[in-house]
């Protein structure tokens, strides 16, 4: 019995001594954490970009809406088109609206015939009445997006929505 002891301890020394195929037994541990962290990498970068998209999208519907309101009237229909289509987004992930703010009221109306209520039945500057001039007007930019990355389907985390909100007044 103290022999078969003797031997096996003498096999242990030596396969502790003996450094073949370490190599190939680190590498098989790195490995799966260096696949998994270039994976991540990967999808971080995507939904980087993606966000990038969305911000580029909305600033260039931005300057349109600018662009467009000096010389004629802004058509929101064609900005949501444009941004649908340059985007590849669903009609549900755009809204583009114009609204409008009375005076110096901080909410939004959709109508600028709303105002009249604002303002009451007067437009002069007597009687409480304000000047119909005071009438700004707004196009509202929102984008949605929502972008699944692949460790999800693993279990770890889950989608990540996007939500890109832009108001640009217009007068």
Same mark, same amino acid.
């Given at each position: 019995?103290?022999?078969?002891?003797?031997?096996?301890?003498?096999?242990?020394?030596?396969?502790?001594?003996?450094?073949?195929?370490?190599?190939?037994?680190?590498?098989?541990?790195?490995?799966?954490?260096?696949?998994?962290?270039?994976?991540?990498?990967?999808?971080?970068?995507?939904?980087?970009?993606?966000?990038?998209?969305?911000? *580029? @999208?909305?600033?260039? $519907?931005?300057? !349109? +809406?600018?662009?467009?309101? =000096?010389?004629?009237?802004?058509?929101? %229909?064609?900005?949501?088109?444009?941004?649908?289509?340059?985007?590849?987004?669903?009609?549900?992930?755009?809204?583009?609206?114009?609204?409008?703010?009375?005076?110096?009221?901080?909410?939004?109306?959709?109508?600028?015939?709303?105002?009249?209520?604002?303002?009451?039945?007067?437009?002069?500057?007597? *009687? @409480?009445?304000?000047? $119909?001039?005071? !009438? +700004?007007?707004?196009?509202? =930019?929102?984008?949605?997006?929502?972008? %699944?990355?692949?460790?999800?389907?693993?279990?770890?985390?889950?989608?990540?929505?996007?939500?890109?909100?832009?108001?640009?007044?217009?007068?």
């Amino acid at each position: 019995m103290t022999h078969s002891l003797h031997k096996i301890f003498r096999c242990l020394s030596r396969l502790g001594r003996d450094s073949n195929g370490s190599m190939v037994i680190e590498t098989a541990l790195v490995t799966p954490v260096l696949i998994l962290m270039s994976l991540g990498g990967f999808e971080v970068s995507h939904m980087i970009s993606r966000q990038h998209e969305l911000q *580029g @999208g909305i600033s260039e $519907a931005t300057a !349109i +809406s600018l662009a467009a309101n =000096l010389g004629a009237e802004t058509d929101v %229909t064609e900005l949501a088109t444009l941004l649908r289509s340059s985007l590849d987004l669903t009609d549900g992930q755009v809204v583009v609206q114009k609204v409008f703010r009375c005076d110096a009221s901080t909410n939004f109306v959709e109508l600028s015939s709303e105002c009249e209520n604002f303002y009451g039945s007067s437009t002069d500057n007597s *009687g @409480g009445g304000n000047d $119909a001039d005071t !009438i +700004s007007s707004y196009v509202k =930019l929102q984008l949605t997006d929502t972008y %699944t990355p692949v460790w999800s389907k693993f279990g770890v985390g889950g989608a990540v929505t996007y939500k890109v909100e832009r108001m640009v007044q217009l007068s």
